[in-house]
Each structure stands twice: as structure tokens, then as C-alpha cells.
């Protein structure tokens, strides 16, 4: 559809100021994106692995075990808590509760700090056992 | 939503002859995918060993197979209903087309060979 470009735009999402609920909101697509192309890849290779034999899963190891699978599997890890937890606060905020501002603050920087904190905590977990 | 018949105003599925299934299915996905991630978290990180014959005894039982499967096939439709909408937001005309062809053959592909996977070694057993 062509523009009359003499004509001004609608003001599009610049106008608002930067809070948790938009940074939570963006993080969660991001994350989904990520879980769905590097965490499907990264699962389907563990599988695949697995199933070819002892080779091929000490090949899958050493690459999950170097500096670069460990930002990985945090990453991931991170991803996924995240989308978990934006996808809970999503159920409430799809009945409808949760959109006065306090709420929508609170439990935003619970969506976010709740992620950070239950990733550290799976990663000190991996960690200690020495998985 | 003024016009038309009265059994289509009641359907309120409009010209697009669709309506909340997309949206519906991705959050009955998700509840799904609440409880079968966390299943799949707990039970590796109970593991005693990530190592391949503790993987491999853990998947070889249908308590872990199963799941499994059901996890696989739950997170796979719940990705391949989101990252649908992300490619409608950002991707237009044909590149939508061809972007749509290609997470199908990403969802069907990576899924088959996941699938397939977990049923070589259930089925295999622990040898």
C-alpha cells in the first residue's frame, strides 16, 4: 500500500518510557526464538547422540563441557526460565489481572529476577554434583 | 461484525474463517510444556552420571521414554506455533512463504530425528 509521506505516522512504541513489563515482554520472544532454533538443536543433537552410540556421545560431551557449551547450556538454561516464567505472568495477564501498574511492575522484575536466580541456582547445583 | 449471517456473527470467525485456535493451542502447549520441562530438568539433574550409559539406562525405561516423547512432541508444536507468529510480525510477501516452508521442515525434520531417537533406545534397552 503506497504512503502519502506528507502525511505524519501514528507515534509507534519510542513514545513510551522503558519499563520491566517491556523488557520482560521482548526478553520473552528473544528467548523463544532461542529455545526454538539453539535449545531444538541442542536437544535434538543430545538425542540423535545418545541413540548413535558411545562415539558420538563423548563427542556431544566434550562439546557441552568446553567454555562454549557451558555459555550455551547457561544461556539456554536462562531461556527457558525465563519463558517459563513470562509464560506464567502471560496466563494471569490473558484473564485479564494484573495490568495495574504495581502489579505490572512487581511481578515483571519477578519474571526477570526469578530467572536469574533459579539459573544460578541450576548452575551451582550442575556444579557441586559435577555433572 | 455487522454484516453477513447470523451463524457467521455467531461464529465470529470473519473472513479469515479462523479464529483463537492458533492462540488457544499455544497456551494449552504451554501448560504442557510447565510440567514436561520441569519433569525433563529434575530427572537429568537427578542423574547420577550425564555420562552415555546413564543416559542411556535412564531413557531405555518407558517411565523416562514416554515423557520424553510426549515432551518432544509438546515443545515442538508449542515452537512451531510461536515462532510462526514472530516470522508473520517480521518477515513479509514471498520471504513469508519461503520462511514458513523452511520452520516446517525444521519442526518436522528436528522432530522426526528426536523422535526417533528416544524410540532407538527405548526399544535397543540398555545394551
Redesign the interface.
Known sequence: MARNTARPLSPHLQIYKWGPHMAVSILN?VM??G??TVG??A??WW??S?????AA??AF?KCAHSWMGIVVGVGLTFA?LLH?FA??RH?FL?AGAGFELNANRTWSWATLFGAVIVTGA?WL??AG?G? | MGSGTGLGRVRGLGSSHSGSHHWWLQ?VT?MG??VL?VWL?VSL?R?P????AS??SW?ASPWAAVPMVLFVLN??WH?RL??QV?LEDYVQGGMRIVAMGLLHA?TFG?GA??L???L??AFAGTN
Do not use: M, Q
Open positions: 520472544r523463544g526464538v529455545l526454538a531444538v538443536a536437544i535434538t538425542l540423535v545418545a541413540a548413535s552410540g558411545e556421545y563423548d560431551l527457558w517459563f509464560g506464567i496466563v490473558d541450576i547445583f550442575i554434583k555433572l | 497456551r504451554a510444556n510447565v520441562t530438568a539433574l542423574l552420571s550425564l555420562d552415555h543416559v542411556i531413557l515443545a515442538f515452537f510461536g515462532l514472530v525444521w528436528a530425528v528426536a526417533f531417537s528416544i532407538k533406545i
